[in-house]
């Protein structure tokens, strides 16, 4: 009986070692296949850089640009006085940041609500919205517009997305999609 008794716990003890040494293995598991490329690391090093309003001035420059021109974003590095241009804590506003090559691009640009364009600017990628998204483009939502339109400013006088969208103070006029036209 009492022997019966010894080998029920000894099967015992080892079923619960066979399970805990089971248990112990399973989150080891994720870390061990390291030799399998890792494709999230590689799409984020994909990396989408400012190209400047000159490049898509070369197609847009009838329409949004000549437009955009008239609008205080295309001033707004005017608006600062030049020891303001050498502060960071002015120029990250009024400017829309640096390009590959390191230049600070000035002003409030079309990529600062657009999205850095050096991948989406193909004609093939712009005449399809899906792709250009899938490029770097952004869509000029309010919450791209607080980024700068902010307490953080100075100058700050409120912001309605709204209201401020349409004002030509600030947004260029909106123009019919020529390929929709073209048929
Ligand atoms: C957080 C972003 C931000 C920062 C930082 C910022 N500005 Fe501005 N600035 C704006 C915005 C947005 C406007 C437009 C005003 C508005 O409608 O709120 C503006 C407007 C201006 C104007 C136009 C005058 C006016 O009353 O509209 C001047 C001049 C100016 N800023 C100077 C400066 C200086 C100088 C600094 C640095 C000390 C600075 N800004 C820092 C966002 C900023
Ligand atoms: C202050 C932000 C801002 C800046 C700067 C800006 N845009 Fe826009 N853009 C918008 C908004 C907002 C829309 C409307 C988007 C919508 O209705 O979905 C738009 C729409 C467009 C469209 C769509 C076609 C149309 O006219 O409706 C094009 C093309 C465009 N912008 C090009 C440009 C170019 C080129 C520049 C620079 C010269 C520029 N944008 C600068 C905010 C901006
Ligand atoms: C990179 C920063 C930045 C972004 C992003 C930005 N703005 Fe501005 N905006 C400014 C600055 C700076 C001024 C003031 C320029 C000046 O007066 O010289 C300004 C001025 C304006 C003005 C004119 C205000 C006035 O009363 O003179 C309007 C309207 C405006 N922005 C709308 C928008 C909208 C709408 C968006 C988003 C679709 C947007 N802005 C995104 C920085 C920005
Ligand atoms: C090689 C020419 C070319 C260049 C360069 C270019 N674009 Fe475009 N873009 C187009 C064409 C063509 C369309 C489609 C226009 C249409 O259907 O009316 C377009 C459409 C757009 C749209 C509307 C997209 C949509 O479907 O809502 C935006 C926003 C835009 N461009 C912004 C920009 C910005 C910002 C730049 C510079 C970084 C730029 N483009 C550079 C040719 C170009």
């Given at each position: 009986m009492s022997r019966k008794f010894l080998i029920a716990i000894a099967v015992l003890v080892a079923a619960m070692f066979i399970g805990a040494s089971l248990m112990a293995a399973d989150p080891e598991k994720p870390a061990?296949?390291?030799?399998?490329?890792?494709t999230t690391a590689t799409k984020a090093a994909v990396k989408f850089e400012y190209i400047g309003k000159d490049k898509c001035k070369l197609c847009h420059m009838k329409d949004e640009y000549g437009s955009w021109l008239t609008t205080a974003h295309a001033k707004a590095w005017e608006a600062l006085k030049p020891e303001e241009q050498k502060k960071d804590s002015c120029t990250v506003c009024h400017s829309t940041g640096k390009d590959a090559a390191g230049t600070l691009l000035t002003g409030v640009q079309c990529e600062a609500c657009h999205g850095p364009g050096s991948a989406y600017r193909t004609q093939a990628n712009m005449k399809n919205k899906k792709l250009a998204l899938g490029a770097g483009m952004t869509e000029p939502t309010k919450e791209i517009c607080v980024?700068?339109?902010?307490?953080?400013?100075?100058?700050?006088k409120g912001f309605d997305f709204d209201k401020y969208s349409k004002d030509p103070k600030g947004m260029h006029k909106l123009f019919p999609k020529k390929t929709e036209t073209k048929g």
């Open positions: 061990k296949p390291a030799a399998k490329p890792d980024k700068c339109h902010n307490d953080k400013s100075p100058n700050f």
